[in-house]
């Protein structure tokens, strides 16, 4: 028994349990609406916006899409993505490095739910703080681009064990750095088994189209469900 004389209380349990309370509330409202969230995570130029911006042209036909841009401070990826087709709206930190349930429900009422079907929330630039934060999205998202390496997985496992798709960014220029396909799935099949892996290129467009069959299944499957 401690002979402390005072009393210890642990903060990020508590900090969590409340973030996922909120987190149910997000979905709540999200199902209630009939819109599909997606947490879009990675590190900073792993080409988020870029990935995001093709995957908006090449939906925006079939679905109507908004984005909450996540930055510590300034506006021009929220430009990009309006210029590519999307409702957004662009969400200030103040240097937090990862967005929560509270952030993300606030975000969607500045944002407006009403006819949106599929929302992408671009986290902040971290492989760290966002995993740990439940924001109540339908799916979440990784990407992790090449040049980054392949043992991401093994340094920042908690990110590779929360997602659902892990998008393989750059792809095309994995012959100039020393990468390899088959050591990321390997590094990621004890963390999380069930985790797609789909190698692509933002830049050239090569291998989006199993990126958007994948997403367009997803967003069905939910919409099905209901």
Known sequence: MSDRAFEVLETKERVIEDNDRVAAEV????????????NLMASPGAGKTTTLCRTINALKDRYKIGVMEADVDDDIDAQRVTEAGAKAIQLHTGGSCHMDADMTMR???????EGLDIVFLENVGNLVCPAEFDVGANKRVVILSVPEGDDKPLKYPLMFTVGDVLL?????????????????????????????????????????????????????????AE
């Open 27 to 38: 979905r709540k409202e999200l199902k209630k609406n009939k819109t599909f969230l997606i």
């Open 107 to 113: 975000g969607l009422e500045g944002l407006g739910l």
């Open 168 to 224: 393989i960014n750059k792809f095309d220029t994995c012959e100039i750095f020393d990468f390899s396909l088959d050591q990321v799935k390997a590094n990621v099949a004890p963390l999380n088994p069930k985790m797609q892996v789909l190698p692509l290129s933002a830049k050239t467009g090569d291998g989006f189209d199993q990126w958007i069959e994948w997403l367009v299944a997803a967003v069905e499957a939910e919409r099905s």
